[in-house]
């Protein structure tokens, strides 16, 4: 029996992480086009997921699950987008700069970009800057996230974009920047392409400035 | 104690005055110190400094795994656990020994280190500067509910992140002679703020007996600690200067969606500091600490305003006296962008049960939006707060002069008591509103219908304008300067 798409949304909506994965492999398995699997199953659980979260009918726990099974879609997925050259959500590089520990803000917004689609490389805390630079030429992101959540650990940012323009690579990659003390303001002045205020807005926004 | 009552056979009956809080059962509590206790042997805890990983190995008492890992015996955390002072008296610069740290003593203070401040001319949030620390601390130093200050915001135009904490003491220090308690950078940081506070104290030993400060330490949640707050642990445990570990986790996100489970995980953290500070140094003042709530599961933020922060915040005290500790706790704070409605109902909240509970340091006070934003607005009104909740705390007297039986027959049937002597002498017992309003429509209309809020603003400003601390001199401010001055030097290479 063919693997049931919208089944899998639901599966997805419900958070079941290891359904998704499976049906996944056996959606691939059963020879349907990745990108079907992907829009019609994977996506539009997703779509669904981000409507209720917006109404309030769904929240942070039940949303991350459903990223979660997303992520495990994905793995399977990717590789097939990638050998069909189907449209599909890039990479993001995330990391917590050099001096600052604060860590989950960070990786709740890696957990949502997985949701969206993208491969996520959580670099980890108290990141130097060259690490940041490294991490853009080996994996070669459509987006680099950076969190700050001091004060005066917020122009380490602003270096790193620096330094991404003397290594060359600043042009193949859009910044985007957050935490508690960074300002849309902020953002401007050092130069990043996107400020988050949240986890869940940071997504609309880099996909709006992704896609334009 | 025995109330004695007149003209009654005396009543073999315990007459409690103050109000009872407590959230858990001695049982429960066992339950959760003993669940901890599995956590460090069982788990462990991460640390990431040489030092303190060497203590552990060489103590015996612990197995320190490839990962960082410590695992600890309970019978080196019981026998560390003895070994704290169960009493700790401050002393601000103002020479009083005005904060005696011990069961049931509660007092009140700020927050630390506020990126942004609530700019009440402009109406807008903008990054906090070195002079607002200083008028927070002169609006702590006027206020008589509060007991001490921590910075309230932190200082965004000191000219190095390296050495911003001494700046930051020094403009604590300018505007307010009550206790404080310190954040610092790290270790080096924590002995030049130590440094500059036993020019005051006159010196280590008499600092040590009459210590001016608590250094705030933190572990990060879940069971981790980083090598910058180790250092200033270890530091503060050589020199003998009070310090908390305070964790903060936050349930759902960084310890369990259950407040129990947090408590466990938080104790554990807690624990670890205890029995590494005795390998140390024991018995040096250490004092429990957190600052538990949930992540708010539709924004994520932390909050500060969550029931639950301040439910989690009295259990840990409940946890404290039972293991004869000092506590740190949370209270005053609120999620409100500004200060509004919200902030007050939700600063009454933590304030009120941080009471009730006996905690020892309540901070935070003045806190909005979520640990983000300064109101020096929100410290006024909270004195208000803290005045009613402590009138609250006072309880009811019960001996002969407040049971009053003889006023009651004096007057008798039908009479007045306004003018009789016994009220003359109790009603100052009461609480003296000094922000809340209580008059009637008309004259309240005839004064301008001001809310609580112009209020407040009106109070806050009267403040800045009229109140002065007690100045430094001019040699110990040199000497204060040196140390900065020194910072500075070695960090602008
Ligand atoms: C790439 O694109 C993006 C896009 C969006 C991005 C993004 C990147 N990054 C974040 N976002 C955004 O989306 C996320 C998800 O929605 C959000 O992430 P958040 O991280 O904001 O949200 C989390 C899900 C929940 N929020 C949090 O977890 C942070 C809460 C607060 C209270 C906080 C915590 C918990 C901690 N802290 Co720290 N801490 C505070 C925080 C106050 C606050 N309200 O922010 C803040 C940030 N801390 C502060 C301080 C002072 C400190 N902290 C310190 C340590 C810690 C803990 C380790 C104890 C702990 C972190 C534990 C952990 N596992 O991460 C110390 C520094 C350690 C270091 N070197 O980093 C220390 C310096 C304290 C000290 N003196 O020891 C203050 C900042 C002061 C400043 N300089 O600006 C602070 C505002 C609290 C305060 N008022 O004191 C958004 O910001």
Redesign the pocket.
Known sequence: MAVDLGQMAELLIAGKVDDVEKMTEQAIDDGMDPSDILQKGLIAGMDVVGQRFKACDMFIPEVLRSAKAMGAGMKQLRPKLVASGAKMAGTMV?G?VK????????N??GMMFEGAGFQVVNLG??LDTQVFVDAVKEHKPELL??????????PKMGEVINALKEAGVRDQVKV???????TEEFAKEIGAD???????S?VDKAKEVLEA | MKSVMPDMQPMNQTVQETPVFQVLTEDQIEQIYFSALEVLERVGSRVHHDEALELFRSSGDAVVGDDKRVRVTTSLVERALKSYPRKITLKGRNGVRSVALQKDHVYFGT?????FTYDRKTGERRRTQYKDIVDAARIVDYLPNFDFFMSHG?VGDAPNPLTY?RHQFMAMLEGCTKPYVV???DGEGLEDLWKMACLFQGGENEFRLNPMFVA???????L?N?R??VEKLLFAAEKGIPAMYT??P?SG??APATIAGMLVQSLAETLLAIALCYLKRPGMPLIMGG?TTV?DMR????S?GAPEMALASAANTDISKWLNLIMFSTGGCSDAKVLDEQAAIESTLSNLTAFLSGANLVHDVG?I????NASLESLVMNNEIIGMVRQVGKGIKTDEAHLALKVIDEVGPGGEFVTHDHTYEHWKEWFLPKLMDRSDWETWNAEGAKTMLDRVNDETQRILDEHEPQPIDDNTRKELKKIIDDADKRHSK
Not at chain 2, 216 to 222: F, G, L, T, V
Not at chain 2, 369 to 372: A, F, M, N, R
Request: negative net charge; charged residues 10%; aromatic residues 6%.
């Open positions: 995330i917590t001096g600052d520990l604060h860590d989950i803000g960070k709740l917004v805390i108290d996230g950076m969190s700050a959540l001091l004060t005066t650990t917020m985007m920047v957050g935490g508690a003390p960074v996107i400020y988050g205020a949240n986890a869940a940071s | 927050g630390s280190d506020l990126p932190i904490d954040t610092s950078v705030y330490i933190e572990p990060i949640s879940p981790t980083d910058t707050a964790p903060c936050s996100a960084t600052v992540m924004t994520t933020t932390y500060y806190y939006d979520s640990g983000v």
